[in-house]
Nanobody, 115 residues
Framework: QVQLVESGGDLVQAGESLRLSCVGS????????MAWYRQVPGQERDFIAG???????KYADSVKGRFTISKDRRMRTVYLQMDSLKPEDSAVYYC?????????WGKGTLVNVSS
């Protein structure tokens, strides 16, 4: 059974940095792309950053230049380095993985940025 487990969420002040991690596991786990999404209560879950197995990355405009997604060689762990955090970055951050037609989600980690 595939599992995605996020960690690294915390309460920080505006301007500070955080690094989120997502570890994927399971006997058949072999994703082609992993990504981070975030969701504020009452709002839709939004794409933040994604990385393909070949290293290609994509970012939402709202985080370009501040957030960096990276992975380990086998794409079992994905990181999200978040710099220059703003109060509007406060949300639950979810890890997402795609493997063919199958999608996996983690349970999320809370990031709270105070002004």
């Amino acid at each position: 059974q595939v599992q995605l487990v996020e960690s690294g969420g915390d309460l920080v002040q505006a301007g500070e940095s955080l690094r989120l991690s997502c570890v994927g596991s399971g006997p058949s786990y072999n994703p082609s792309v992993m990504a981070w999404y975030r969701q504020v209560p009452g709002q839709e879950r939004d794409f933040i950053a994604g990385i393909y197995v070949n290293g290609l990355t994509k970012y939402a405009d709202s985080v370009k230049g501040r957030f960096t997604i990276s992975k380990d060689r086998r794409m079992r762990t994905v990181y999200l380095q978040m710099d220059s955090l703003k109060p509007e970055d406060s949300a639950v951050y979810y890890c997402h993985a795609e493997q063919g037609p199958v999608q996996y989600w983690g349970k999320g980690t809370l990031v709270n940025v105070s002004s």
